[in-house]
């Protein structure tokens, strides 16, 4: 199976051929045109003319199963995880399966700090994909609960020793950097967990700067502790909180709330600059004897 992969009815207990009620999937000559039309934006690209029209639509209550799956992939690549994930759980609670659909359910199941039942989801979707995964996210951003890359293990007998030549020449070739075994041990990558035990202790003793800078190493070893991130964070104040926040908020698909921090960042910081450098003729003093109204020429 490959693209986003076409979804699958479960057989019910019976073995007879699943019954389609209204809403349900139907074959794609009976769909209307606005559904068609929707699934062919979204594949050409148009995402964002794509995401109105099932958004609309899902105000309707005219989405069958196939504008749903639709409806979740489109918020996923738009960066709304979270309603990406409320639609592909709706999907996958009507009985069907579909690649995307599971694609999507592990990432936001993933955001929310649930990392064992995203890799089962991902395991899931795993099984559904004859070849690599990576052409279903497309440049999305991935959590960590997928396997980096499959890799075929075969068998190669080993060569026969090559005796060399008697006037071979003798070539020192120099260790490489990664292999110095003189090597400072200190530049292994610290752990995340240990990273945000120590933000929860700079917080605690008052070293707010150092606070913000190992919440931001989490966010970039362990994307999936966005939401442990964002509880240290909540009531804290200055840009480099500010800047944290809209980092975890984006991890956790709430795009908005993430560009509004980036801006309330922006601003707290542009403030901070005027106070620091006032405008080049306040604060000069008159001459001495002179009146106050000497300083400058009256406005005409």
Known sequence: MTGTGEPTDLPDE???????????????????????????????????????????????????????????????????????????AAYIASGRVALIALVVAAEATAALGR???????????????????????AGMPRSEVWPAQRVERVAIEPLAPVAPAADAPIVAVPMAASMDPGRDASEAMPDPAAELAAARAALAAGDRAGAAIRLAVVLRLAPSLAPAVLDLAATESGPEFDLVRGDALRLVGRETQARRSFVAAARRSTADEGTEAPPEDAGVAAPEGAEAGDASEPPT
Do not use: C, K, Y
């Open 14 to 88: 019976g073995g007879g051929e699943p019954q389609v009620e209204p809403g349900a999937s139907r074959p794609n000559g009976d769909r209307p045109a606005t559904l068609r039309l929707a699934r062919l934006h979204l594949r050409t690209g148009s995402l964002a003319l794509a995401r109105v029209e099932l958004e609309t639509l899902a105000g309707a209550g005219a989405l069958d199963d196939e504008a749903l799956l639709d409806l979740a992939e489109v918020r996923w690549r738009t960066d709304d995880l979270t309603g990406a994930g409320e639609a592909a």
């Open 115 to 137: 990392p064992g039942e995203a890799r089962r989801l991902a395991g899931r979707a795993l099984e559904l994909v004859d070849g690599p995964i990576d052409p279903i996210f």
